[in-house]
């Protein structure tokens, strides 16, 4: 079983920027595909961005495609999610996972805390 801690999030106007991290711990981390997914208050968790094993096979949705960028460092048992030009549309709580496989946006492990994002002027 992986573990995940995520930080970084806070509050930000408009238009700023954020970078969060997650620590995974457990298994052996560089295996599997990562992702980050966020839940908005009185909404459901969805799914934001995805990683495989290597750093070019990125994936993510629509809404914050150009804007956010997800990274690794398996090195470090890490995975990043660089947030620009944000938006009050992404306030939500952010976490990470391991998902299922490369192309899926399933979660495969346990949930961490999450870290809070607030975009708000």
């Known amino acids: 079983q992986v573990q995940f801690v995520e930080s970084g999030g806070g509050l930000v106007q408009p238009g700023g920027s954020l970078n969060l991290s997650c620590a995974a711990s457990?298994?052996?981390?560089?295996?599997?595909?990562m992702a980050w997914f966020r839940q908005a208050p009185g909404k459901e968790r969805e799914f934001v961005a995805r990683?495989?094993?290597?750093?070019?096979?990125?994936y993510y949705v629509d809404s914050v495609r150009g804007r956010f960028t997800i990274s690794r460092d398996d090195a470090k048992n890490m995975v990043h999610l660089q947030m620009n030009n944000l938006k009050p549309d992404d306030t939500a709580v952010y976490y990470c996972?391991?998902?299922?496989?490369?192309?899926?946006?399933?979660?495969?492990?346990?949930w961490g805390q999450g870290t809070q994002v607030t975009v708000s002027s």
């Open positions: 457990g298994r052996t981390f560089s295996n599997y595909p």
């Open positions: 990683i495989a094993w290597v750093s070019d096979s990125t």
């Open positions: 996972n391991a998902i299922t496989s490369r192309h899926s946006t399933t979660p495969a492990g346990s």
